[in-house]
T-cell receptor
């Protein structure tokens, strides 16, 4: 069966420091991968998605970047964190079948607090 | 563009009460519809889904019917339990093209069930 991992679970970082959040998926190949941010404990905003190694699409301009160095690894980064980057970051995957909509499965999330 | 509108919360019920959370959508193309649930401090879990008009998704006593004529996907449960307390998200995804399974979420509805 497929599983998705995220780490760290929680993170407290000072403003201006770098960030690296990691997401890995097991039990599937060539998944579509997604990064979401949830602010104020409610709505979800899609930040990035990837349909293959090295292929990243950004949904909104921001202080963050994403990379996919391996098929089942998705990394969210920042060179200098802002207070507004605080939030709950969720990684998700779906079956990577071109043109077919399938269910997204979410990881446990990372709680980021920028002070 | 695509959008999802959920009823405003929070919703507070007594145990064994009937639950309805309204969800309506607008979409270009033929959407699949989803309900996700988020328990405190956790990631999102798929609760149920429907992929075409008149389909009924069901899971753990929850049900929702894909109503194309009213563009709705209301979530219902006949008898809620304290353990159902969570945030519920309605979402859609449009098949095909370059959608890559991207989800459009509603703003979420907080449900609290009291004993």
């Amino acid at each position: 069966s497929q599983t998705i991992h995220q780490w760290p679970a929680t993170l407290v970082q000072p403003v201006g420091s770098p960030l690296s959040l990691e997401c890995t998926v097991e039990g599937t190949s060539n998944p579509n991968l997604y990064w979401y941010r949830q602010a104020a404990g409610r709505g979800l905003q899609l930040l990035f998605y990837s349909v293959g190694i090295g292929q990243i699409s950004s949904e909104v301009p921001q202080n963050l970047s994403a990379s996919r160095p391996q098929d089942r690894q998705f990394i969210l980064s920042s060179k200098k964190l802002l207070l507004s980057d605080s939030g709950f970051y969720l990684c998700a995957w779906s079956i990577g079948t071109s043109g077919y909509t399938d269910t997204q499965y979410f990881g446990p999330g990372t709680r980021l607090t920028v002070l | 563009g695509n959008s999802v509108t959920q009823m405003e919360g929070p919703v507070t019920l007594s145990e064994e009460a009937f639950l309805t959370i309204n969800c309506t959508y607008t979409a270009t193309g033929y959407p699949s519809l989803f309900w996700y649930v988020q328990y405190p401090g956790e990631g999102l879990q798929l609760l149920l889904k429907a992929t075409k008009a008149d389909d009924k998704g069901s899971n753990k006593g929850f049900e929702a019917t894909y109503r194309k004529e009213t563009t709705s996907f209301h979530l219902e449960k006949g008898s809620v339990q304290v353990s159902d307390s969570a945030v519920y998200f309605c979402a859609l995804s449009v098949v095909g093209g370059t959608s890559y399974g991207k989800l459009t979420f509603g703003q979420g509805t907080i449900l609290t069930v009291h004993p």
